[in-house]
């Protein structure tokens, strides 16, 4: 068994040119294998890697020491080990390239004597290692407590290389550093926005526009009807007229008292006039700027009755747009003026646009259980005739830096900090 296992060490290793496991029994060194094949180690060879035995037991360490060969320097190692049990060996390997790296070899040693200790474990306790044992039967008296803790020291030299590189896994982790992000929901509004609103009450006579038009400045956009108007306006002439041919009839009779009343009379339906007059201008509602009809919807509204001041559309500029964001009350204490992101609109695909951060509001809406701060940004880029108003999406702001272990287990850490402080009494 010890063979087989030095042969595949040795098929491990690269450029070694000969090998020999020493077992330590009463301070002898007693030769148990060797490589490529028995007999490989003539009596210099020999005398010298038990030389080397001698110095990485004195040590009990590794031995790394350069020799001259028959034609180039030679690099042996000896590896002290200590299988389960107690029993002690050390492998002697000889590389006929000096400019073998001793680490990486080493390395492979330990490996390889990690796996046999592995071997050993499996074992039954009758069985021992060595050509024909494993365990010799000075071992097998050690004590309990002996045995025990050599035990653990074994399996942690075993799994030592797992548990330094979980180690160093968990470092990398909260040492390397990434972007801190705070995503949040967003909605394209116009930046400026303005409403057609109804001037009196009347009825809708005509509409001329729909939802998504794109209209200029002062085009007629809704036309209300003014049938009631121009009654009041016929009755206003006919009471100025009345009142002018009054107010000459009075002046004829020299009656001036009388005469300054129907003047008066005919000034007052003058004013009834211009006011009728201006409320019928009115009622031609036209487009208060340039831009597209982002809400309304009143096509089949005709006839219908309106009242003063509602809102019949809602006008935006093309291509001056705003990003509104719903930021999650968690993370609105990292979100500050001047910060920079990326936004990306489902209706276009996975183009993205930048934006930065303008304003950061304290008002918040609750929608489903949970409060969202409004905050508003603008584009860093033109958008394009794509972006239209309401257009809804996602928004990743870079709101500082963070290790990724954090980024990964803070909210976790936040919500148990939570709930321990909840119970705690």
């Known amino acids: 068994?010890?063979?087989?296992?030095?042969?595949?060490?040795?098929?491990?290793?690269?450029?070694?040119?000969?090998?020999?496991?020493?077992?330590?029994?009463?301070?002898?060194?007693?030769?148990?294998?060797?490589?490529?094949?028995?007999?490989?180690?003539?009596?210099?060879?020999?005398?010298?890697?038990?030389?080397?035995?001698?110095?990485?037991?004195?040590?009990?360490?590794?031995?790394?020491?350069?020799?001259d060969g028959t034609s180039d320097n030679q690099c042996i190692i000896a590896h002290p080990f200590v299988v389960s049990g107690g029993q002690q060996f050390v492998i002697v390997t000889i590389f006929s390239d000096s400019s073998v790296n001793p680490r990486n070899q080493i390395s492979l040693l330990e490996w390889g004597v990690a796996w046999l200790r592995l071997l050993n474990r499996q074992q039954t306790p009758t069985q021992s290692i060595s050509n024909s044992s494993l365990i010799s039967p000075e071992s097998e008296r050690l004590s309990k407590a002996e045995a025990s803790s050599r035990s653990f020291i074994e399996i942690f030299k075993s799994y030592r290389f797992p548990l330094l590189i979980t180690l160093l896994f968990i470092v990398l982790l909260f040492a390397l550093p990434v972007d801190r992000t705070v995503k949040a929901p967003v909605v394209m509004e116009g930046k400026i926005q303005r409403s057609l609103t109804v001037p009196v009450d009347s009825f809708i006579k005509e509409v001329v526009v729909k939802a998504g038009d794109l209209v200029e400045q002062g085009a007629l956009m809704v036309s209300l009807d003014d049938t009631e108007l121009r009654l009041k306006l016929d009755q206003a002439v006919s009471d100025r007229t009345v009142a002018d041919k009054k107010h000459r009839q009075a002046l004829a009779k020299l009656d001036f008292s009388e005469a300054s009343q129907y003047a008066f009379d005919r000034d007052i339906a003058a004013i009834d006039i211009r006011l009728i007059e201006q409320q019928l201008s009115r009622l031609a509602l036209k487009a208060p700027i340039t831009g597209q009809v982002i809400s309304g919807d009143i096509n089949r509204a005709a006839g219908s009755a309106v009242e003063r001041g509602q809102i019949l559309f809602e006008l935006a500029p093309v291509g001056d747009y705003r990003v509104v964001l719903n930021i999650d009350e968690t993370d609105i204490r990292y979100v500050e003026i001047g910060q920079q992101?990326?936004?990306?609109?489902?209706?276009?695909?996975?183009?993205?646009?930048?934006?930065?951060?303008?304003?950061?509001?304290?008002?918040?809406?609750?929608?489903?259980?949970?409060?969202?701060?409004?905050?508003?940004?603008?584009?860093?880029?033109?958008?394009?005739?794509?972006?239209?108003?309401?257009?809804?999406?996602?928004?990743?702001?870079?709101?500082?830096?963070?290790?990724?272990?954090?980024?990964?287990?803070?909210?976790?850490?936040?919500?148990?900090?939570?709930?321990?402080?909840?119970?705690?009494?």
């Open 1 to 67: 068994m010890l063979s087989d296992w030095l042969n595949t060490v040795c098929r491990m290793l690269s450029a070694v040119d000969s090998a020999a496991l020493f077992a330590i029994e009463h301070k002898n060194y007693v030769l148990q294998c060797e490589w490529p094949a028995s007999g490989s180690l003539n009596d210099a060879s020999r005398t010298n890697a038990e030389q080397q035995v001698a110095l990485a037991l004195l040590g009990n360490k590794t031995v790394v020491s350069y020799t």
């Open 341 to 425: 992101g990326e936004v990306l609109l489902r209706g276009l695909g996975s183009q993205l646009y930048p934006i930065e951060i303008d304003t950061v509001s304290s008002i918040f809406s609750p929608e489903q259980g949970q409060r969202y701060y409004h905050s508003e940004a603008h584009l860093l880029s033109e958008p394009g005739n794509k972006i239209k108003p309401g257009m809804e999406g996602s928004a990743h702001i870079v709101t500082g830096q963070q290790s990724l272990g954090i980024a990964l287990f803070d909210p976790f850490y936040q919500w148990f900090r939570e709930l321990l402080w909840k119970w705690w009494p």
